[in-house]
């Protein structure tokens, strides 16, 4: 047993995984094998150890729930409403990470007794305010997009301009102009052409391109 | 006393204020009247209550030991290496403030001996990692300047082209060249030209501009 002069809260973390899987956005849910929300889906997560780093936890959980290592995370918020959890006090720092569908394999184990890929528009009923949590990852993503090279990570090395606004497309869930977007991409001086063409169907060969500087996240100068 | 089954971390907050005053980039710290750190400079911030919303902890210890109250406070990130305060294990959450200068009187109370502003470019030795928490703060405030309107927050309501400039030149500690800061600042369209003007010594009168549309931070699309 711990003992304290001052009540203390519990501290969780919440991970966030996006992908873009059948032409969707969609992030990765695992079912909860006790309670509270016993049978009910939520992000990967869990209690932060007394002696753990916060990431490190992150990862953790990440890993024993889903399977899934190695992602790239970034701090998203930290939610700390008094009544979010009917246990205790419980604040949890959530992070998101991007990636691409086919490097990712998934096996729920631990805390989880399921774990699978929901698209973003048909979620289903979430234990916590992990809705609130997702939906604040999604308005992050959208305005990533923005001014950033995020959608790169949703890309193999190599892609097309269309691949590349097809990823805008899926996030912001709308149709964008061709040639704005081309012209737009382009401008930003962000991407490097190669002198590789793919061949497409009846259209003709598309050029390839890679980020002209390697690297996750740059900023839009 | 209260007794847990698992040791538990305690949670903080603490908020870096910035303002723009003699013509500098400046932040809001106080001097430490209890230990750990007696005497030693750091960033206004304390302990969660069990029952009380995080970012109304943030707010109300910035106006227990400054006597700042009423500013817009944005979550910035939580900070929790295991050994960032020899107590216990603490887990901080931080928030950051814009706010022009003369809206604001201090006045040190509570767990506070002392307040006042600083340059973020000669800043005391600093308790705890806020050092590391000031030049997160410091980052993340330069990379709003690229993409929102960040920037009009140290403004009156109307102001100069030259007056925007200047924060920026501030923020960024650089010069800027001054006709393409207006082509740019311009081509975003969120400046609104008022079709009042003011003179400033012996150079031709300036056209006072506001926002486009009224609000804290806007992405530039």
Same mark, same amino acid.
């Not at 006790?34 to 049978?39: A, L, Y």
């Not at 889903?66 to 190695?70: A, F, I, P």
């Not at 008094?82 to 246990?87: G, I, L, M, Q, Y």
């Not at 002209?212 to 996750?216: L, M």
């Given at each position: 047993m711990y003992t304290y002069e001052h009540p203390h809260p519990a501290v969780t973390t919440d991970v966030v995984v996006f992908t873009i899987r059948d032409e969707r956005l969609q992030v990765l849910l695992v079912k909860r094998r006790?309670?509270?929300?016993?049978?009910c889906w939520a992000l990967p997560g869990g209690f932060v150890n007394i002696d753990e780093d916060i990431e490190a936890c992150a990862l953790r959980e990440l890993q024993e729930e889903?399977?899934?290592?190695?992602v790239f995370l970034e701090q998203l918020y930290t939610f700390g409403a $008094? /009544?979010?959890?009917?246990?205790e006090r419980v604040i949890t720092v959530t992070y998101y990470a991007l990636v691409p569908h086919d490097h990712i394999r998934i096996e729920a184990a631990s805390d989880a007794s399921a774990a699978t890929w929901f698209d973003c528009t048909d979620l289903p009923a979430?234990?916590?305010d992990h809705d609130q949590v997702i939906a604040t990852a999604l308005k992050r993503l959208r305005a990533k997009l923005q001014y950033s090279t995020?959608?790169?990570?949703?890309? $193999? /090395?190599k892609f097309t301009l269309s691949e590349l606004q097809r990823v805008y497309e899926i996030i912001l869930d709308q149709t964008l102009d061709k040639r704005n977007f081309r012209r737009r991409m382009l401008s930003y001086g962000l991407l490097a052409a190669t002198e590789e063409k793919v061949r497409n169907g009846n259209h003709r060969p598309a050029r390839l391109y890679r980020p002209?500087?390697?690297?996750?996240v740059e900023f839009i100068k």
């Open positions: 006790n309670p509270p929300f016993t049978g889903t399977g899934v290592s190695g $008094p /009544d979010r959890d009917p246990r979430l234990a916590f995020v959608a790169f990570q949703f890309l $193999p /090395d002209q500087t390697p690297g996750r």
